[in-house]
């Protein structure tokens, strides 16, 4: 069974401090990736994706960055964190086939102050 | 840019009652029609989806999908407190299209004993 976790659970962080937030899955092989941003009481908001090692497509610009340093990771950071960054960080896989069911992971919450 | 709208933004509903949750969309080319529930505090899941027009029933769900009008519904039939959640519709122009999944801001239903 594939199994996704997130990590930290949360976050609480100062302005103008670094992040990374990180994600792992098993049980799948070449899976899409995909990192979400929910603020609250927000819409699901996607940051970014990669279908590939080493490959990631920005889709909105928010002073983030993503990497996917090995198969089945995926990071998202930032070396100054803003108060707007605060939310819900969600990851997310989707098989190549069917690649619109997206599953989630627990999510991270960070609050930037 | 695809724009997803949803209605009602919330929604209180006695235990057993019919619920109906509704979604728009603007792109007419848009060929992948899902619906995901996030209990609070936790990741959203996915909980069906359709392709084409028509209804598709899954127990107590049915998604109803009107393409010529740009929207679809769940319906939710014998309402339970255990439904009570947030609900987010989700658009995207087909299955091969990797990363252009939309989601809508979501309705939160209450459904009460």
């Known amino acids: 069974a594939q199994t996704i976790h997130q990590w930290p659970v949360a976050e609480i962080k100062a302005v103008g401090s670094p992040l990374s937030l990180g994600c792992t899955i098993k049980?799948?092989?070449?899976?899409?990736l995909y990192w979400y941003w929910q603020a609250t009481g927000g819409t699901l908001q996607q940051l970014f994706y990669s279908i590939t090692v080493g490959q990631v497509e920005s889709v909105v610009q928010l002073n983030l960055s993503a990497s996917r340093p090995k198969d089945d990771q995926f990071i998202l950071s930032t070396e100054k964190l803003l108060l707007s960054h605060s939310g819900f960080y969600l990851c997310?896989?989707?098989?190549?086939?069917?690649?619109?069911?997206?599953?989630f992971g627990a999510g991270t919450r960070l609050s930037v102050l | 840019q695809q724009k997803v709208q949803q209605s009602p933004e919330s929604l209180i509903v006695p235990e057993g009652a019919m619920t109906s949750l509704n979604c728009t969309f603007s792109d007419s080319a848009s060929q992948y029609f899902a619906w995901y529930r996030q209990h609070s505090g936790k990741a959203p899941k996915a909980l069906m989806s359709i392709f084409s027009n028509g209804e598709k029933e899954e127990g107590r769900f049915t998604i109803h999908l009107n393409k010529a009008s740009l929207h679809f519904s769940l319906h939710i039939r014998d309402s339970q407190p255990s439904d009570s959640a947030l609900y987010l519709c989700?658009?995207?122009?087909?299955?091969?299209?990797?990363?252009?999944?939309?989601f809508g801001r979501g309705t939160r239903l209450q459904v009460y004993a």
């Open positions: 049980g799948k092989s070449s899976p899409n």
């Open positions: 997310a896989w989707s098989l190549r086939e069917s690649q619109n069911t997206l599953y």
């Open positions: 989700a658009v995207s122009r087909g299955t091969q299209v990797v990363g252009q999944l939309t």
